[in-house]
């Protein structure tokens, strides 16, 4: 079993619409969480970070941590062309920066 | 503020031969982390460097090897290269409380 799982996609959503991205890992021990886009031949671009329950928003992204499912999970409102790329998640099980990412998910947004 | 610098940018280096590669921080930050992208096997973690001190370490043979400098500059070393070697290499750096990585543009190491 990987430590962190993502679909690899690709997810293919309307320009407009809310693109749900999913993440689940292994280690219980988990502190904090990354979304990471990566567009290609780019290197990958942080969008947020979070380690508490719940939700943390910033502009269009909605990060939601939930720990005792483990499972983390990135929404991007009103969906752009702009945003296709691939999100990459990754955790890390203390204040280091070794960084476990998943495989990545690849989002297309139609216009 | 400046980014994360890695150079060079592109590198072809033949099969056997050792490869350096240098990583400097954004400015305050204390910690740098390098990683192996690959189509493979995507982003892996290759070692940590906090304070000149090596952190954590990945699974990777000692081929790899790194340093961090007192200005918190890295360099990694990838000595006997393997056409397997062939990838984009990635440093991030990071603050101190293990909460922001922001990954340089990449090293692409091409070995023939």
């Known amino acids: 079993q990987k430590e962190v799982e993502q679909n690899s996609g690709p997810l293919s959503v309307p320009e407009g619409a809310i693109a749900s991205l999913n993440c689940t890992y292994s280690d219980r021990g988990s502190q904090s969480f990354f979304w990471y886009r990566q567009y290609s031949g780019k290197s990958p671009e942080l969008i947020m970070f979070i380690y508490s329950n719940g939700d943390k928003e910033d502009g269009r992204f909605t990060a939601q941590l939930n720990k005792a499912s483990q499972y983390v999970s990135l929404l991007i409102r009103d969906s752009q062309p702009s945003d296709s790329a691939t999100y990459l998640c990754a955790v890390n099980a203390d204040s280091s920066y070794k960084l476990i990412f998943g495989s990545g998910t690849r989002l297309l947004v139609r216009p | 503020k400046a980014g994360v610098t890695q150079t060079p940018r592109y590198l072809i280096k033949t099969r056997g031969q050792q490869v350096t590669l240098s990583c400097s921080p954004i400015s305050g930050h204390r910690s740098v982390s390098w990683y192996q992208q690959t189509p493979g096997q995507g982003l892996q973690f290759l070692f940590e460097?906090?304070?000149?001190?090596?952190?954590n370490k990945g699974n990777f043979p000692g081929r790899f090897s790194g340093r961090q400098f007192s200005n918190s500059r890295s360099e990694m070393n990838v000595s006997t290269l393997e056409l397997g070697d062939s990838a984009l290499y990635l440093c991030?750096?990071?603050?101190?409380?293990?909460?922001?990585?922001?990954f340089g543009q990449g090293t692409r190491l091409t070995v023939v």
């Open positions: 460097y906090f304070s000149e001190t090596q952190r």
């Open positions: 991030a750096s990071g603050d101190t409380g293990g909460t922001e990585a922001f």
